[in-house]
């Protein structure tokens, strides 16, 4: 036993030493961590609060800054096109049925729900180009306006089948306007084929 007292009081200097180097080394991350943050806090505006986690009056405080500064103006909806076929798509809805309404741009997030969070997250802001809503307010059919620049990039096809996978298991039809190749007539047929008279 005295041997072992002995060994370590011959010892506890160094023991001593390596707790205050271990104490040290400590203090030291934590403050470079510290720096790390603060830096990038400076750099991210107040987006984020101490914990590192969104805070949505932060978030949104910094949204409205950056929205302050720039500047915006007023484009349209649909291009010349796109509203051609809008216009043709509503007369002929409203002619058939005026309780159903013809929705442009709308997100598949709106209609559609799911109980898989990462499902839903995969569809929440894609878009269909028109969507046909019937009295209920409930989107029943979606088209897709196929203009000459629709599949242009590589990931376009790919969009499109996660649209149509998505629409097909609500129970929502797909259907596709090409453009050059679908007249106003062609339109109304359609609209006779997917719209109940009212």
């Known amino acids: 036993m005295d041997d072992l007292i002995a060994l ?8 001593v030493a390596l707790v205050i180097a ?25 987006k984020y609060h101490s914990g590192g986690k969104k805070s949505g009056a932060d978030f949104a405080a910094g949204q409205l800054s950056t929205v302050s500064r720039a500047k915006f103006s007023s484009r349209p909806l649909l291009n010349k096109s796109e509203a051609n076929v809008f216009t043709a798509l509503d007369k002929a ?5 005026p309780g159903w309404q013809v929705m442009a741009q709308v997100s598949l997030g709106e209609f559609l729900a799911s109980p898989d969070k990462q499902a839903f997250l995969s569809v929440n802001s894609k878009r269909v180009d028109f ?5 209920r307010c409930r989107v029943v059919h979606a088209l897709e306006y196929q203009g ?6 590589n990931s376009a096809a790919a969009r ?7 629409l097909r298991k609500a129970g929502i ?3 596709e306007v090409v ?12 609209v006779e084929k997917l719209v109940p008279v009212g």
Do not use: C
């Open 8 to 15: 370590i009081l011959l010892n506890l200097p160094w023991l």
């Open 22 to 46: 271990f104490m040290l080394g400590r203090a030291v991350e934590q403050y470079r961590v510290k720096v790390r943050r603060a830096e990038w806090r400076a750099k991210n505006g107040p």
């Open 93 to 97: 809805v409203i002619a058939r049925n």
């Open 131 to 135: 969507a046909l809503m019937d009295d």
């Open 148 to 153: 000459s620049g629709h599949h242009t990039g």
């Open 160 to 166: 499109d089948a996660v649209k149509k996978e998505a």
């Open 173 to 175: 039809g797909y259907h």
């Open 179 to 190: 453009a050059g190749h679908t007249t106003a007539g062609e339109l109304r047929a359609l």
